[in-house]
């Protein structure tokens, strides 16, 4: 048989690697790092070679599923598509609008159409209750962007192959691969960042991989990163080593920020963050100093408690030190697809408590609300409950905050959609199950991560696969089933728009952003600029050279292009760092923080493939040793760890790599669920750590849910049968 060779982007993470793929007939015979890719250089990771197993996998599905009593059944997609459409109309048409909610997935970032389409979707469905994983992911670093420049796209990145000093909070690219920051081999630009004499601290409360990597490593104790922050913006205005530079004259509020960092002086605040006075000013000072420095954090300073105002000061930080939006520092891109004007075009550029959730008033988001609100919204009965579902590329009853109660209440729906093509932990109590093709049966371009990568880089591909006559892509059902619901509901102005979205396709939105954008072609076709096209004609990655400075001005959306250094409303939230001050745990209390990305997870939707199952469980509690003793835990052993929430059983890892009074877990397991088709996974079940989250822990600001630094109980488990398998399975709660 021939071997084909197929050449494209990896749509698993935010790295985007070039991928070699060989193809014999249908089967994917091998995957490997692509040399030639300009971007990726030949790196890949273990997950990239595992795409082939998704795009094989027995279990993923290919048709829809109806359920019927306790099981599924296949059916076609007039029929599947029909009766969802019927099904969530008239809950909408007995209920209100409100009465049916969406929730979008991590995976639709990946796919520029059906982030097209998912916007579509949300329009006709015409609810306010959208969810997404940003309210436990980003969201912060939207909110800051979005009230210090006047929209949410505007997203900093570190200029990590031209800093000189690299500060990291809260975030573990070495396993992550990065995120908010598109770099493919991170460890070897991180290497190459110390080779030229670049610095690398990592604030942590774990010894990280990226922290073995860094010159100094700061073990702070969970959720208190902003007062750190605050204390470095301290002694960078105190010690006279603010300059801001071609910016100064765009800053309004430093007077602001000088007055709001007033009572953190790192004496004052070094007894609570667990680290020491003198090592933070000497880091306030040699950030300052460096040639070029960027500070960046990710998902532990996001979700903690002051995540909104960690985002907030890292990106003040970086102003305030001359390092905005110059070479070196925090830059902001030039992708071929501009999302920034795409968003404005669009609409999307940001709004902020426009309407609050029913039970808990958590405010608005630029058209969502936090996932914490999500299962309150449909256990608690009342005008305006939450009754009918649609999931897209989702697994909330594993992602989402108390878990166990959101999982309960899935159970409690009228209709549920799952746009999905697993049967998981969410889909198995889905109504119907509209499986959409996998990455490499669609075409591909990386509409969002180009513009937050380090680089300036384009690239279009073919789908390897043609999809069978069968098939159908996540951006087509979605705008069908946005169609159908707002034609049966009578909503004609929907239903147009939606239907003409589906008519001119996304291909052509995102033909038309790529020929009037930056470096697009325009209306002259004998340029030489970008049109997709031609993108596609390459089919390999193009560079577009390194980050611009000087962007931020023309990109701005504040009123009089000006930078709000600080902002009335994250302002006003640092009198919960003041509070913060003053606390003290008891003794012994534990923080359990959530974070742990390991480089053969991926969320929760990678566990079914045997090659990144091997090697020894990574569902594990690590324990500092000295809490370990104090408890009598024993390294692999088992222990028990009980929040307000819930309890799970683990075993338990003893080692120094955590700070004293911190305790960790992986998110993204608790499989082995009743009804689920994960034959792999549910070998390797793992504990949900959202069994332990809460719902009620929250940035206070952003309504992002604090799922690092949640208080809890450890207790060794001695074995009991009848105790342990009923704390680790749900097969006891659910019939
Ligand atoms: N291999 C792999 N890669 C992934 C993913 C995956 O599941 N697996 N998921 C992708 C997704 S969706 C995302 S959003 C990104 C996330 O990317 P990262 O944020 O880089 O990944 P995490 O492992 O969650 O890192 C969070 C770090 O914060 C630390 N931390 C916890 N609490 C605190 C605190 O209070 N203060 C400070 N300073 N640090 C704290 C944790 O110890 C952890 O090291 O990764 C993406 N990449
Ligand atoms: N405790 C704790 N909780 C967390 C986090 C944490 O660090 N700690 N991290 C949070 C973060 S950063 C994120 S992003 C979320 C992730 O939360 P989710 O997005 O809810 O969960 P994933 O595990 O990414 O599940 C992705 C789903 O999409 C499906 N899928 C994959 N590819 C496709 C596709 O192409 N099309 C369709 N239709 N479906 C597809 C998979 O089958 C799976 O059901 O979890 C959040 N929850
Ligand atoms: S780091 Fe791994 S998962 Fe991420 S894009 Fe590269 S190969 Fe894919
Ligand atoms: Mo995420």
């Known amino acids: 048989m021939t071997t084909a060779v197929h050449r494209r982007t990896c749509p698993l993470c935010e790295a985007m690697c070039g991928l070699t793929l060989e193809v014999e007939g249908e089967r994917i015979v091998s995957v490997r790092g692509d040399q030639a890719d300009v971007f990726s250089r030949g790196y890949l990771c273990p997950k990239g070679v595992a795409v082939a197993d998704v795009h094989h996998d027995p279990d993923r599905l290919r048709r829809p599923l109806l359920r019927r009593g306790d099981d599924f059944e296949e059916v076609g997609?007039?029929?599947?598509?029909?009766?969802?459409?019927?099904?969530?109309?008239?809950?909408?048409?007995?209920?209100?609008?409100?009465?049916?909610?969406?929730?979008?997935?991590?995976p639709t970032v990946h796919s520029y159409s059906a982030s097209f389409?998912?916007?579509?979707?949300?329009?006709?469905?015409?609810?306010?209750n959208v969810y997404s994983t940003a309210s436990v992911d980003h969201l912060p670093h939207m909110l800051a962007a979005y009230h210090m420049f006047g929209t949410r796209a505007l997203l900093p990145v570190p200029d990590l192959d031209r800093t000189s000093f690299l500060l990291v909070l809260g975030a573990n690219p070495l396993c992550s691969n990065g995120s908010l920051m598109a770099a493919p081999n991170v460890a070897g630009r991180l290497r190459d960042l110390r080779a030229r004499g670049g610095r690398l601290v990592v604030v942590d409360p774990r010894r990280t991989q990226t922290a073995r990597l860094a010159d100094t490593h700061l073990a702070i104790r969970p959720g208190t990163d902003a007062l750190l922050l605050l204390a470095l913006v301290r002694t960078v205005l105190e010690d006279g080593l603010a300059d801001p530079g071609p910016l100064a004259?765009?800053?309004?509020?430093?007077?602001?920020v000088r007055w709001a960092a007033e009572p953190f002086a790192p004496e004052t605040v070094a007894p609570v963050t667990g680290l020491d006075a003198e090592?933070?000013?000497?880091?306030?000072?040699?950030?300052?100093?460096?040639?070029?420095?960027?500070?960046?954090?990710?998902?532990?300073?996001?979700?903690?408690?002051?995540?909104?105002?960690?985002?907030?000061?890292?990106?003040?930080?970086?102003?305030?030190?001359?390092?905005?939006d110059r070479v070196g520092?925090?830059?902001?891109?030039?992708?071929?697809?501009?999302?920034?004007?795409?968003?404005?075009l669009l609409g999307e550029s940001g709004s902020f408590g426009r309407w609050q959730t029913r039970v808990r008033g958590l405010p608005e988001f630029s058209g969502e609300v936090p996932l914490a609100a999500l299962a309150e919204e449909m256990d608690t009965p009342g005008e305006g409950q939450i009754r009918g579902l649609v999931t897209v590329a989702g697994n909330p009853a594993v992602s989402s905050p108390n878990a166990r109660r959101l999982d309960a209440a899935l159970e409690s729906l009228d209709y549920m959609v799952a746009i999905d093509f697993?049967?998981?932990?969410?889909t198995?109590?889905?109504?119907?199950?509209?499986?959409?093709?996998?990455?490499?049966?669609?075409?591909?371009?990386?509409?969002?991560?180009?513009?937050?990568?380090?680089?300036?880089?384009?690239?279009?591909?073919?789908?390897?696969?043609?999809?069978?006559?069968?098939?159908?892509?996540?951006?087509?059902?979605?705008?069908?089933?946005g169609v159908g619901v707002a034609r049966r509901r009578r909503a004609y102005l929907s239903a147009v728009r939606a239907a003409s979205v589906r008519r001119v396709t996304p291909r052509r939105v995102l033909a038309a952003a790529i020929r009037f954008g930056p470096h697009g072609a325009g209306l002259n076709p004998f340029g030489a600029g970008l049109t997709l096209h031609r993108l596609e004609r390459r089919g390999t990655t193009i560079d577009l050279g390194p980050l611009e400075p000087g962007r931020l001005p023309r990109q701005l959306k504040t009123k009089g292009r000006r930078i709000r250094l600080a902002p009335k409303p994250l302002l006003a939230d640092v009198s919960r760092a003041e509070e913060l001050l003053s606390e003290r745990d008891p003794d012994g209390s534990l923080l359990l923080i959530t974070g742990r990305r390991q480089l053969r997870d991926n969320n929760s939707w990678m566990h079914n493939f045997g090659r990144l199952m091997r090697g020894r469980d990574r569902c594990t509690l690590v324990v500092n040793p000295a809490d370990a003793t104090r408890l009598g835990l024993d390294e692999g052993g088992r222990a028990v760890v009980r929040s307000r929430t819930g309890e799970v059983v683990v075993p338990v890892e003893v080692s120094d790599e955590i700070r004293e009074g911190a305790v960790s877990l992986p998110h993204g397991y608790g499989h082995g669920r009743p009804g689920t088709r994960l034959r792999v996974a549910n070998a390797h079940p793992g504990v949900c750590a959202n069994d332990v989250t809460d719902e009620t822990l929250l940035d206070e600001v952003s309504g992002t849910t604090r799922m690092n630094g949640v208080p809890v109980d450890v207790q060794p488990v001695e074995w009991e049968p009848e105790r342990v398998p009923a704390a680790m399975s749900h097969a006891n709660d659910k019939g």
């Open 249 to 256: 004259e765009r800053l309004d509020g430093l007077d602001d």
């Open 428 to 481: 198995r109590q889905a109504d119907v199950i509209l499986p959409g093709t996998f990455a490499l049966e669609r075409d591909h371009y990386d509409l969002l991560l180009n513009s937050l990568a380090v680089r300036n880089v384009a690239r279009y591909t073919r789908p390897v696969f043609e999809p069978g006559p069968d098939a159908r892509d996540d951006a087509r059902i979605m705008l069908d089933l």
């Open 329 to 344: 520092g925090a830059m902001f891109t030039t992708p071929a697809a501009d999302v920034v004007r795409l968003a404005s």
């Open 77 to 106: 997609w007039d029929e599947a598509l029909g009766e969802a459409s019927d099904r969530l109309a008239r809950i909408q048409r007995r209920h209100g609008r409100d009465a049916v909610a969406l929730y979008l997935g991590n």
């Open 422 to 426: 697993y049967v998981n932990e969410t």
């Open 279 to 324: 090592a933070i000013r000497t880091l306030a000072h040699d950030f300052a100093v460096a040639e070029s420095a960027v500070c960046y954090g990710r998902l532990g300073v996001c979700t903690q408690r002051l995540g909104s105002l960690c985002c907030w000061l890292m990106t003040a930080l970086n102003a305030l030190t001359g390092n905005l």
């Open 117 to 128: 389409a998912s916007l579509e979707l949300a329009a006709a469905l015409g609810t306010r």
